[in-house]
């Protein structure tokens, strides 16, 4: 079965039906008028042209806009602009007497990838300057309004490019020890949110974003995160453990108590937050909480509790280093390159290998033959709400992988908030779960509970003699109807 990724459209009206009259004049366009929607997390809903200070400039630019808002989302049309701005800047300073586009040439163009250098900004910096600058030439040639030739931009993108050297933003186990040793300072829903966001890794807009609804579970007790990634703009799901799953119900109790059934979401924002640089009760308002709020909270901690790297710096969070520290951790634990990439949603190895230079390059499909049945401790058949989960034999591998077994023999499906109360008595427990996979051990279980129930027959031994019974009966069961078909 496909891996459910359902593609999320990143406008919810087609900005080339938008009549522009009702807007062009002015200087603040907002995301609502340009028919997008905005990224869970991010505080951007408007632009500004009015830092462009030549006319003919900003005319071009809002041309230029309005065209890739049909085909951007909107985080990525506020980058295109402040580049535009960037530019803009330049040209005022270095070059005010150009009153046309078609002034522009290749020696102000040159000019300007000198500036960029001298401001001593990072190569990644200088190639998305470049990026948005050549795309926006792009496109005016390719629409006729104007004709300018930048066919060198391509190679000075090159040049930035080499020197773009790419590091994860891990945090360091000692930080994040920290961090959880203080986490209890925080309010209860950001405490669940560092939670999920250091398990899974998630982008910020992604966390910030998460249904209400968004917890899954297969038929084998395993529990899976059902949400959307807006940078590619398609549904996913992933792997969790039993401790975030319970972790996620009580929020979902936290949010269904206090807000009305229509709030839709996980996570919510605050009426206040901070009062003379200190924490206020979180009062919850249904509103999706920014990412620089997150990062605050975060950073406020840093600060109270002095958490701070081996050079005594205190550290400076960003919700990013989370997504970092997840990759890092599953290379140095030799899960495969492919699953990172598929469990981190890269759309490609090149991503990956942020974390690695190396890319194992099968995927194992025998859980397919593992996952096609699942059955109790009575060997009867148990069925998943969610019948895609058991039947993806990529999900499966995914979180046998990411999260290890959790039985030598099975799996485990008591509620995460629920402690075991049998001990090692899983063929006499309820939530017990078994597929193929592990038929081989109840086949030799078989053989010595067989020795164990001759030994307790012989020296009428009844308690033994009952248990065994039980187990070994549970045991033939479970055999049978593995084995069937």
Not at 221 to 238: C, S, T, Y
Not at 336 to 349: A, D, F
Request: with cysteine; net charge positive; glycine share 4%.
């Amino acid at each position: 079965m496909q891996v459910h990724q359902k593609q999320i459209s990143s406008s919810s009206l087609n900005p080339t039906q938008v009549h522009p009259t009702k807007f062009w004049s002015k200087d603040v366009w907002t995301a609502e008028e340009l028919g997008l929607k905005v990224r869970p997390g991010n505080s951007e809903t408007k632009l500004y042209f009015q830092r462009i200070q030549q006319n003919w400039l900003k005319e071009f630019t809002k041309k230029y806009i309005f065209y890739r808002a049909a085909s951007l989302e909107f985080l990525s049309i506020c980058g295109n602009l402040k580049a535009i701005k960037c530019f803009s800047f330049f040209l005022a300073r270095f070059f005010p007497e150009l009153t046309h586009v078609h002034q522009i040439n290749e020696r102000i163009l040159t000019e300007y990838y000198i500036y960029l250098k001298q401001q001593k900004y990072k190569p990644s910096h200088i190639k998305r300057h470049l990026i948005c600058l050549k795309v926006f030439l792009d496109v005016g040639n390719i629409q006729g309004w104007f004709n300018i030739s930048h066919e060198f931009l391509g190679d000075w993108i090159g040049a930035a490019q080499k020197d773009i050297k790419v590091t994860p933003r891990f945090i360091p186990d000692d930080v994040l020890s920290q961090l959880n040793q203080h986490l209890i300072a925080l309010p209860e829903p950001i405490q669940r949110m560092v939670l999920v966001i250091q398990e899974c890794g998630l982008r910020v807009s992604e966390l910030v974003g998460l249904n209400k609804d968004c917890l899954q579970q297969d038929s084998t007790g395993g529990w899976f995160l059902k949400f959307i990634r807006w940078k590619m703009k398609k549904e996913d799901i992933i792997p969790i453990s039993h401790e975030l799953a319970g972790v996620i119900k009580a929020q979902q109790d936290y949010i269904r108590n206090s807000l009305s059934s229509e709030y839709k979401y996980l996570f919510c924002s605050s009426t206040r937050y901070f009062e003379n640089q200190e924490l206020v009760e979180f009062s919850p308002l249904p509103k999706l909480m920014s990412s620089q709020k997150f990062n605050q909270y975060l950073n406020w901690l840093a600060y109270k509790f002095n958490i701070h790297d081996n050079s005594h710096s205190t550290w400076h969070f960003q919700s990013h280093q989370f997504r970092h520290t997840v990759g890092t951790k599953m290379i140095n634990n030799n899960v495969p390159h492919h699953i990172i990439q598929r469990y981190l949603g890269h759309t490609s190895p090149t991503m990956t290998s942020v974390y690695a230079h190396l890319m194992d390059s099968t995927l194992k499909k025998e859980i397919e033959n593992y996952h096609s049945k699942v059955v109790n401790m009575t060997g009867e058949i148990v069925k998943s709400e969610f019948a895609y989960l058991d039947k993806n034999a990529e999900l499966q591998w995914m979180k046998k992988q990411v999260l290890g077994e959790v039985l030598t023999h099975g799996y485990c499906a008591l509620p995460a908030h629920l402690d075991c109360s049998k001990g090692n008595a899983c063929l006499q427990c309820g939530d017990f779960r078994t597929t193929r996979e592990f038929l081989d051990k109840h086949k030799e279980h078989r053989e010595r509970t067989h020795q164990a129930l001759e030994i307790a027959l012989a020296n009428n031994w009844k308690r033994q003699i009952q248990v065994n019974e039980e187990v070994l009966n549970n045991l033939n069961n479970i055999i049978n109807e593995l084995e069937k078909d």
